[in-house]
């Protein structure tokens, strides 16, 4: 049981002078964030040859990128603006539970879209068959499906931990690990748990995507044409970019925690992992994606007739 009402999140400084500036800086993240990931979503709906089953992954990450940035920068723009730094219990756990949710759903759909890389690519002719509407569906909500439950399972197990006095926060959300840390009871089943649970919704996803990525190399260069190995490896150059920019700031983050004792300094990094790569998606897949270019210059044209 627990015997307090709230936490509190110390966000990235203390320094009042400098508040206004991190309030603006979030502000405008959360906004390009917003407005980029549902840009996506409308090109990928607005335009028919985009109805496959890459773009239908892409849309989903852009909705997951959208949620997980709303569960986390939200809060941190009011506590800033009201000048105070409480969120409440059922607030905190709630916060802990949907970041879960969407950044193993983030994880599950990056992996979902190396097997729709490898499918296309090393099997061709059996493309359409393999990658057909019914398993892409599936896919995505089996994504969803075991991430809820991944995120229900650390959420239920924190509510049987206690809490007493020491209630702050070194983050500016709240993160399980962060949560985990401030109970007076014991955790080490908690502990046991993120690391089990790591080793299986994250190693086993990465682990599919290098699969895949190894047997597409290889199909790749068994090409005759370097127009045809340029083609297939450019399909791969956003999905690549993202997987980096996810994987490789979660591994920086953590990396950074395990060197250096300063929360202040872990809390700026855990931005790299929760604001960064949710801001940066939809500039990799519109820059990097001569077919998202080409939609999303329909859909401008477009505009004009509709006002």
Known sequence: MSLFSEFLLLGLTDDLALQPLIFSLFLFMYLVTILGNLLIVLVVSSDSHLHTPMYFFLSNLSLADICISTTTIPQMLVNIQRKRKAISYTGCL??????????GLENFLL????????AAICHPLRYTAI????LCVL?????????????????????????????????????????IMLACSDTLINNILIYVTAG??????LFGIIFSYIHIVSSVLQMPSSGGMYKAFSTCGSHLSVVSLFYGTIFGVYISSAVTDSHRNAAVAS????VVPQMLNPFIYSLRNRDMKEA????????????
């Open 94 to 103: 709630s916060q802990v539970c949907f970041v879960l949710i969407f950044a």
């Open 111 to 118: 992996t979902a879209m190396a097997y729709d890389r490898y």
């Open 131 to 134: 990658m057909n509407p019914c």
């Open 139 to 179: 896919l995505v909500l089996f994504s969803f499906s075991i991430s809820t439950v991944d995120a229900l399972l650390h959420s239920l197990m924190v509510l049987r931990l206690s809490f007493c006095t020491d209630l702050e926060i070194p983050h500016f959300f709240c993160e399980l690990d962060q949560v």
């Open 200 to 205: 299986i919704f994250a190693g086993v996803p």
């Open 271 to 274: 931005v790299l992992y929760s």
């Open 296 to 307: 999303l210059r329909k859909l401008m044209g477009r505009i004009p007739s509709l006002l």
